[in-house]
């Protein structure tokens, strides 16, 4: 136990035993036989493989007693010998307490020795217990106030959760004796039996006596030996079911590795799919730049046309604005020229009515020409008659021509008064007209 101690406490362990670590009463016997030293442990290798650290199996069975001291010399002292082990009266029941162990590993995914907060908080919580009074039971099981909880630990708080939701009570406010981990526990708190405190019968020999004391204290140590190989068995097997349970893992974990692996060259190859699928599209998207490209300077064209529309229409609209006040002028004339036109048709028929009367008035006139040119032609025949009669009839008597000139000369100058005036105030009117 020594060597071990100081292999823990990373000493190096001798090949062979030096004499001053031989026990006393074997130094006469092994002096002789092994003058120098003794090869009593096998290499650490060795119990590296076989065994879980000694550190963690140490720490996970402190309860059955505390190690012996070792004198200067290196020997074990008489008076300082193990104790044999102790009965441990703990609250959490051993019933209990193997379930509580399995539920401790399968939480302890890091394989520290130690849960967190975070590791436990879904299995607390399925008490249904408030916050606050988890908060509390983890208090009382964070003796050390670590942050973290060990197996013995754990096991103290999930009793407590238990004695809660199955029975009621509540969790003491500090831990009494029954309720410390036995590995937090002093010496002087254990409680041993009576047997344990019996010392073995002297003989009075003083080398007799020493070696009974030592034989008692083999048989101690090796019954606490058997308990810890029990101990490490159960360990063992604890880990070689978490190891057939963890090879199960591996064996589902390779299964779905391979899944992966199928399912990673099926997407591999809807990638390299998708890869083409991608370049058909990149091409596409090209043809439709180049396509948005040349409809872009179309539409630029167009707005460029359609500007120059817009600006003929309004053009065209000035135009029409400019017509419509023309066709307004154009239709007031009309109606202008329709009055006019309406005023000279009456002019004109006051005209015709005027002709009209002029042409009776000409007629009249003609009429009264031809009688004034029949008259002339009388009177034309009346002056050649009297013209043959003043060549023919010279001698006639004077008196009676006379008498047959003033009468024909008065019935002229009537004709002529009345035929010859008319026929000129006739003539003078047609003229006019």
């Known amino acids: 136990m020594h060597l071990v101690y100081r292999a823990m406490?990373?000493?190096?362990?001798?090949?062979?035993?030096?004499?001053?670590?031989?026990?006393?009463?074997?130094?006469?016997?092994?002096?002789?036989?092994?003058?120098?030293?003794?090869?009593?442990?096998?290499?650490?290798?060795?119990?590296?493989?076989?065994?879980?650290?000694?550190?963690?199996?140490?720490?996970?069975?402190?309860?059955?007693?505390?190690?012996?001291?070792?004198?200067?010399?290196?020997?074990?002292?008489?008076?300082?010998?193990?104790?044999?082990?102790?009965?441990?009266?703990?609250?959490?029941?051993?019933?209990?307490?193997?379930?509580?162990?399995?539920?401790?590993?399968?939480?302890?995914?890091d394989m520290d020795g130690l849960v967190t907060g975070g590791e436990v908080m879904e299995i607390f919580m399925l008490s249904n217990l408030s916050k606050t009074m988890l908060a509390q039971i983890w208090s009382l099981a964070d003796t050390k106030q670590a942050g973290k909880l060990s197996r013995e630990q754990f096991s103290l708080a999930m009793w407590l959760i238990q004695q809660k939701v199955t029975k009621g009570v509540d969790p003491p406010q500090t831990l009494t004796t029954e309720m410390i981990p036995p590995s937090e526990r002093t010496s002087t708190s254990v409680p041993v039996s009576s047997s344990s405190t019996e010392s073995a019968d002297l003989t009075g020999i003083k080398e007799l006596d020493d070696i009974s004391q030592e034989i008692a204290q083999l048989q101690r140590e090796k019954y606490t030996l058997e308990q810890d190989i029990r101990d490490k068995e159960e360990a063992i097997r604890q880990k070689n079911k978490e190891i057939q349970d963890m090879q199960g893992d591996l064996d589902q974990e390779s299964g779905g590795l391979q899944d992966l692996e199928a399912q990673k060259q099926d997407a591999q190859q809807q990638l390299e799919e998708m890869d083409q699928q991608r370049n058909k599209l990149e091409g596409m998207l090209k043809d439709v730049h180049l396509k948005c490209q040349d409809q872009s300077t179309l539409i630029s064209s167009l707005q460029t046309q359609i500007h120059s529309q817009e600006s003929d229409l309004q053009s065209q609209e000035d135009e029409l604005s400019r017509t419509k006040s023309d066709l307004n002028k154009l239709q007031l004339e009309e109606k202008q020229l329709e009055q006019n036109l309406l005023a000279g048709r009456m002019q004109l028929d006051s005209i015709i009515k005027s002709l009209k009367a002029t042409q009776d008035e000409i007629n009249q006139a003609r009429s009264k020409l031809s009688q004034i040119q029949d008259s002339q032609q009388e009177v034309t025949k009346t002056i050649d008659q009297y013209n043959n009669a003043l060549n023919g009839t010279h001698s006639q008597t004077h008196a009676g021509s006379m008498t047959n000139l003033a009468d024909m000369s008065e019935v002229g100058f009537s004709e002529r008064e009345n035929g010859g005036f008319g026929a000129r105030v006739s003539m003078e009117k047609i003229l006019s007209f």
């Open 9 to 109: 406490e990373k000493e190096p362990v001798p090949s062979v035993l030096p004499s001053s670590l031989i026990p006393p009463s074997k130094r006469k016997k092994s002096a002789g036989a092994l003058p120098g030293a003794v090869s009593v442990l096998p290499p650490l290798s060795a119990l590296s493989a076989n065994s879980p650290p000694l550190k963690d199996t140490l720490h996970s069975t402190p309860s059955h007693g505390s190690i012996t001291s070792i004198n200067s010399t290196g020997s074990l002292s008489p008076k300082h010998s193990f104790k044999p082990p102790a009965v441990v009266n703990w609250v959490v029941p051993v019933a209990d307490r193997g379930r509580y162990n399995d539920i401790f590993l399968k939480t302890d995914t």
